[in-house]
């Protein structure tokens, strides 16, 4: 009687423990859908959050420097409305329960300055931090190759040499680390007007060109259209960036900045052979820009129905959007930036990583964050809903149908992977203003090319001298 009773004692806690036990399965929120209008995790997500129950939690914070907003908002020009960065912190706080994600947003004025307290300060866990070296030469940024050690993180989700672009030297650092991941891409391409192409019969740019086939074609196309009748001018660039473009030239012709990464460390070559011949060849191309090139000015038509433009050395990738606004994607064509034949690489590298404070109070989530960053959820956020200031920084990106159906994107991905990397450090200081003074001054006709060169190095090893 006893033995009876007890069975079916035992039973009926069985069936209630499993009656339980589903209703709790059914109330799984991460099982809940994602909503059609919001990127959906993917498989790479799994790099981002790993299903264990010690996952870290707390109060986040985030630094983000750009024209980002919490909220939706409302482009006044075009009329489309993007989704805030709401997106990603809701979508953390459902992968990571019991945390909290603050953004602190920042544009662009003195953000050197601004993020430089902040790290002092420790305002905030994740930093961006396009000039991730001069704050890593402090020890303010954590070292990250312990995470992806820990993690066995895969750095080959990242497109090539993104990784590598943002490696940087602590104070006790013998050679370059991992301070920061990429999630931000920004790439500079050649485009040019194929219509003016047609009307001069001149053959379009090769996907690669060299300096010498964009000049040939250039003087062919600077004059009156054959076809209009109105002034053509062959080639511009913006004036600011001669000396990025220099330096580009230099690259193509076996050339290179110099080598050194540490200001005690580094030995400037802008006075080397292929330097002086780069800028010569930049001068040269000025005769077939408009007249206010240097200023700023002629190229305001540049993408547009009505202009007259054939080539432009150096464009941002936002051209795109430009293009789509005014319908006019199948006129104009991108090509990579001149690059060196020896190392496959050419062009300034340019865009912006996450890292995390040295004196951040949560590092593991701060970490958790990082790798989110470089998950398809995220990326397709930014793709998506930030594409005037971000490219796709992953190689999942190339297979997106939203990637494949802009015709300039094949070219603006191959570039972001052929950039000179690690970024120019040079750039980080002085000898950045010292070269682009100097190069001005060879456009302006107030020296040349080999006096300016000299002076650049002069002064710029002055300069690193000093450091010392």
Sequence with gaps: MFNKLTLKLIGTLLASTMILSACGTNGNSNGAAKSNNQPAPTESTSNAATETNDKPTGKLKVQLVGDFSLEDKTDPVSGQTSKGVKVLKDEFEKQYPDTEVEFILMGWDNYNEKTQTMLQSGAADVYQVPGITTFVEQGLLEPLQPYIDKDSFDLGIYLNGQVEGWKAMGPSDQDLQVYGLPFIGDSRVIVYDRQLFDDWGVEYLS??????????????????????????????????????????????????????????????????????????????????????????????????????????????????????????EDRYQAALLFKNQTTGMGGMFAGSPFSIGASSSNKDLAWEWLKFSGSEFFQQYMWEEQRSQSMPVIKAAENWSSVKEIGQMDIILKSMSQLWTPRYPYRSGQPRYILSENVERVMLGELSAAEAMKKAQEEGTKWLADQQ
């Design 207 to 328: 996907e690669s060109p060299t300096i010498e086939e964009v000049l040939e074609k250039a003087s062919k196309m600077t004059g009156k259209n054959p076809k209009t009748g109105e002034q053509n001018y062959g080639l511009t660039f913006k004036g600011g960036d001669a000396a990025d473009t220099v330096m580009n030239i230099n690259e193509s012709l076996g050339g290179q900045w110099g080598t050194g990464f540490l200001w005690k460390d580094m030995k400037l070559e802008f006075d080397s052979e292929t330097m002086v011949q780069a800028t010569d060849l930049l001068k040269e191309a000025l005769k077939y820009a408009p007249e206010g090139t240097m200023a700023g000015q002629g190229a305001e038509n540049f993408l547009t129905e009505k202009n007259n433009i054939a080539i432009n050395l150096r464009q941002t990738p936002g051209f795109i959007n430009s293009l789509a606004n005014l319908g006019l």
